[in-house]
C-alpha cells in the first residue's frame, strides 16, 4: 500500500559526499515525521536524521554539521545530502516514515521502511 525507494548510495572516498533520495508512494493521505537510519555490521539501528511535517529537525551528534536533511513535500520525498564522509559512516542507510493512510473511513498511522542502501566510506 505505501511504499520508500531510497536511492544514492554508492563507494565513495573519506571527505567525499553523497545525496540520499527516498520517495514515498502509495495510499498516503498525510506523512508526518521522515528521517533516515543507519546500520554497521554488528551494531544496531541508529538515527542519523529526522525532520518533521513542520520542518523541524534532529540529527544524530555523530552527524552534525556534515549531514543535512531536507524534504520535498510536494512530491513525498526526503533527502539526506552527507558531506565530509568518515569510513565510520559506512552502513546501510534506511529511510523511515510516519505515514497516514485511509483505510475505510478510518485514517491509520504507522512506520514504514524502505529496503535500505549501502554507503561505503573507503579509499
Request: proline share 2%; charged share 15%; hydrophobic share 35%.
Amino acid at each position: 500500500q505505501v511504499q520508500l525507494v531510497e536511492s544514492g548510495g554508492g563507494l565513495v572516498q573519506p571527505g567525499g559526499s553523497l545525496r540520499l533520495s527516498c520517495a514515498a508512494s502509495g495510499s498516503i493521505f498525510s506523512i508526518n515525521a521522515m528521517g533516515w537510519y543507519r546500520q554497521a555490521p554488528g551494531k544496531q539501528r541508529d538515527l542519523v536524521a529526522l525532520i518533521t511535517s513542520g520542518g523541524s529537525t534532529n540529527y544524530a551528534d555523530a552527524v552534525k554539521g556534515r549531514f543535512t536533511i531536507s524534504r520535498d513535500s510536494a512530491n513525498n520525498t526526503v533527502y539526506l545530502r552527507m558531506n565530509s564522509l568518515k569510513p565510520e559512516d559506512t552502513a546501510v542507510y534506511y529511510c523511515n516514515a510516519d505515514i497516514t493512510s485511509l483505510v475505510v473511513t478510518r485514517l491509520v498511522s504507522r512506520d514504514y521502511w524502505g529496503q535500505g542502501t549501502q554507503v561505503t566510506v573507503s579509499s
